[in-house]
Nanobody
Framework: QVQLVESGGGTVQAGGSLRLSCAASGRTSIRTATGWFRQAPGKEREVVASITWAWTAVVTEYADSVKGRFTISRDNSGNTVHLQMNSLKPEDTAVYYC?????????????????WGQGTQVTVSS
């Protein structure tokens, strides 16, 4: 069983930055991929970024809408994943969720993930 807790959300002006963190506890495994999803009011949940380090090299993937602005990373322990968000836009406003799966391959499909955090609100004002 893995527990995920997100933090770092808040309100920021357009063009500003926020850094989200996802702390994992419990029976974590190196054979795990982690993803960030977001859901805006009235819209479906969508993938933002994902990362895996169960390969010979760390692999990251990003949604086209955030490429060049967001960066996903992990700390040296592997138990915390971050999402650095720069040049934020009002359309980035959403609840952001951290998710993990018992599989080393990244995925854009939310049903592939086994564990979810409670979410953290990100609001970008104009």
């Amino acid at each position: 069983q893995v527990q995920l807790v997100e933090s770092g959300g808040g309100t920021v002006q357009a063009g500003g930055s926020l850094r989200l963190s996802c702390a994992a506890s419990g029976r974590t495994s190196i054979r795990t991929a982690t993803g960030w999803f977001r859901q805006a009011p009235g819209k479906e949940r969508e993938v933002v970024a994902s990362i895996t380090w169960a390969w010979t090299a760390v692999v990251t993937e990003y949604a086209d809408s955030v490429k060049g602005r967001f960066t996903i990373s992990r700390d040296n322990s592997g138990n915390t994943v971050h999402l650095q968000m720069n040049s934020l836009k009002p359309e980035d406003t959403a609840v952001y969720y951290c998710a993990a799966r018992n599989n080393p391959r990244t995925s854009r499909t939310q049903s592939d993930y086994d564990y979810w955090g409670q979410g953290t609100q990100v609001t970008v004002s104009s």
